[in-house]
């Protein structure tokens, strides 16, 4: 059977017509390159790497990229530059120490709290070992608390809380001891050179350390009474026996005991005391408030 091929509408061989569009990409050789010419005619148009726009914009990001380089190296060395100073006057002896003031002391001498301070030798306003001079004040038995200020360019300020004298307690021995409200032992006295606090006396466990607290319980039962008293049972009081704390009595300057025991309901206690005193005038000798809704009170010939 003949097969023949098929014409289209137009009378036109198809076989021709695809020979002739294959044709139009036919490749040519030229020089030993071959290119297609459909190809060939695209490449003729306007190159994207000669766009002015473009290159002006690398230019400016260009530009913008060495800006921000030389910032940054400007930064780094101003950094190294403050510390090698920062390191020289550290190292230095500028800002010596040369002048101490001290604020806050009583008992102790200026020159007592710059020697416990123990401020180190070539020590300057940079190199200053504050807390540790602090650590040393805080450490003496009159010291509550310490703090250092620099006063430039070559000044300390030491202010110093002093600890509050509450009794001086009679040991038997030529010297007493202060102590504050804490029990705590802050130095010897002797009675001449200390009236302004109350003694307590009589005391059977007292162990005195300087700078350290009491483990007494009748001591610190009797500065408890002490806190306690009015001012015009203060005025009156001379000592307080405290051999126990059930025993503790008060000595008043007409010689007059009053017998208080615990701390406890103190104010009542000093209330009852004074209006015993008022109301027995020149006869009472002894007064009992330990329990306080039953005072008893004995004269000097009759007993009640």
Same mark, same amino acid.
């Given at each position: 059977?003949?097969?023949?091929?098929?014409?289209?509408?137009?009378?036109?061989?198809?076989?021709?017509?695809?020979?002739?569009?294959?044709?139009?990409?036919?490749?040519?050789?030229? #020089?030993?390159?071959?290119?297609?010419? #459909?190809?060939?005619?695209?490449?003729?148009?306007?190159?994207?790497? $000669?766009?002015?726009?473009?290159?002006?914009?690398?230019?400016?990001?260009?530009?913008?990229?060495?800006?921000?380089?030389?910032?940054?190296?400007?930064?780094?060395?101003?950094?190294?530059?403050?510390?090698?100073?920062?390191?020289?006057?550290?190292?230095?002896?500028?800002?010596?120490?040369?002048?101490?003031?001290?604020?806050?002391?009583? !008992?102790?001498?200026?020159?007592?709290?710059?020697?416990?301070?123990?401020?180190?030798? #070539?020590?300057?306003?940079?190199?200053?070992?504050?807390?540790?001079?602090?650590?040393?004040?805080?450490? $003496?038995?009159?010291?509550?608390?310490?703090?250092?200020?620099?006063?430039?360019?070559?000044?300390?300020?030491? $202010?110093?809380?002093?600890?509050?004298?509450?009794?001086?307690?009679?040991?038997?021995?030529?010297?007493?001891?202060?102590?504050?409200?804490?029990?705590?032992?802050?130095?010897?006295?002797?009675?001449?050179?200390?009236?302004?606090?109350?003694?307590?006396?009589?005391?059977?466990?007292?162990?005195?350390?300087?700078? +350290?607290?009491?483990?007494?319980?009748?001591?610190?039962?009797?500065?408890?009474?002490? !806190?306690?008293?009015?001012? +015009?049972?203060?005025?009156?009081?001379?000592?307080?026996?405290?051999?126990?704390?059930?025993?503790?009595?008060?000595?008043?300057?007409?010689?007059?005991?009053?017998?208080? #025991?615990?701390?406890?309901?103190?104010?009542?206690?000093?209330?009852?005391?004074?209006?015993?005193?008022? !109301?027995?005038?020149?006869?009472?000798? $002894?007064?009992?408030?330990?329990?306080?809704?039953?005072?008893?009170?004995?004269?000097?010939?009759?007993?009640?």
């Amino acid at each position: 059977m003949t097969i023949t091929p098929q014409r289209s509408r137009d009378g036109a061989d198809p076989t021709r017509r695809a020979n002739d569009v294959n044709s139009q990409h036919k490749v040519e050789t030229r #020089g030993g390159r071959t290119t297609r010419a #459909g190809v060939r005619g695209r490449a003729a148009g306007p190159s994207r790497s $000669h766009d002015p726009k473009r290159a002006a914009r690398e230019q400016r990001l260009a530009r913008q990229r060495l800006a921000y380089r030389v910032r940054i190296g400007v930064a780094i060395l101003a950094i190294v530059a403050v510390l090698v100073g920062g390191i020289a006057l550290y190292r230095s002896n500028l800002f010596s120490v040369t002048e101490i003031e001290v604020e806050g002391v009583t !008992e102790l001498t200026a020159e007592e709290v710059v020697s416990t301070a123990a401020l180190p030798e #070539g020590a300057t306003l940079l190199r200053l070992p504050r807390s540790e001079m602090e650590v040393r004040l805080a450490s $003496h038995p009159w010291i509550a608390a310490a703090h250092i200020s620099r006063r430039f360019p070559d000044g300390l300020v030491i $202010h110093v809380d002093e600890r509050v004298a509450a009794a001086l307690v009679d040991t038997g021995e030529a010297a007493f001891w202060l102590v504050d409200s804490d029990s705590r032992a802050l130095a010897q006295r002797t009675p001449d050179t200390t009236e302004t606090v109350p003694v307590i006396r009589d005391l059977v466990d007292f162990e005195p350390v300087a700078g +350290e607290r009491s483990e007494s319980e009748a001591l610190a039962n009797a500065l408890r009474v002490l !806190e306690g008293l009015s001012d +015009e049972m203060l005025v009156r009081l001379r000592a307080i026996s405290a051999p126990s704390v059930d025993l503790t009595t008060l000595m008043t300057f007409d010689d007059i005991e009053v017998l208080v #025991g615990s701390a406890e309901d103190i104010e009542k206690k000093d209330a009852v005391a004074l209006r015993i005193m008022e !109301e027995q005038l020149d006869v009472v000798v $002894h007064i009992n408030v330990r329990t306080v809704d039953r005072p008893t009170w004995r004269g000097l010939d009759t007993g009640q």
